[in-house]
Nanobody, 125 residues
Framework: QVQLVESGGGLVQAGGSLRLSCAAS????????MGWFRQAPGKEREFLAA????????YYADSVKGRFTISRDSAKNTVYLQMNSLKPEDTAVYYC??????????????????WGQGTQVTVSS
């Protein structure tokens, strides 16, 4: 089992950047495929980015492709989401999640087994 704790959220102006961190404990993040999601008020949880267990493959939602980057520091057992060129519509609670290894990268929230508590990101116009 793995426990996940997100940090790095906050208030940023449109066009700015933030880097979210997801610290894993219990088991190493490299034992799992990892993903980032977000949920805005009144909306469903939305897939953003995912990384395979090996770290060799990544996948992004079209809405964030070219702006967001998922990465992992195995020594720190931490996964990151670098977010650039932020827009007001990026405002949401951001979650990291871990899934037991699968043959392909999964984008459905239901495919993930463990979740962090979320961190708020607010982008002002």
């Amino acid at each position: 089992q793995v426990q996940l704790v997100e940090s790095g959220g906050g208030l940023v102006q449109a066009g700015g950047s933030l880097r979210l961190s997801c610290a894993a404990s219990g088991r190493t993040a490299s034992s799992y495929g990892m993903g980032w999601f977000r949920q805005a008020p009144g909306k469903e949880r939305e897939f953003l980015a995912a990384m395979s267990r090996s770290g060799s493959s990544t996948y992004y939602a079209d809405s964030v492709k070219g702006r967001f980057t998922i990465s992992r520091d195995s020594a720190k057992n931490t996964v990151y989401l670098q977010m650039n060129s932020l827009k007001p519509e990026d405002t949401a609670v951001y979650y990291c999640a871990a899934r037991r290894p699968t043959a392909v990268i999964m984008t459905s929230p239901g495919s993930y087994n463990y979740w962090g508590q979320g961190t708020q990101v607010t982008v002002s116009s």
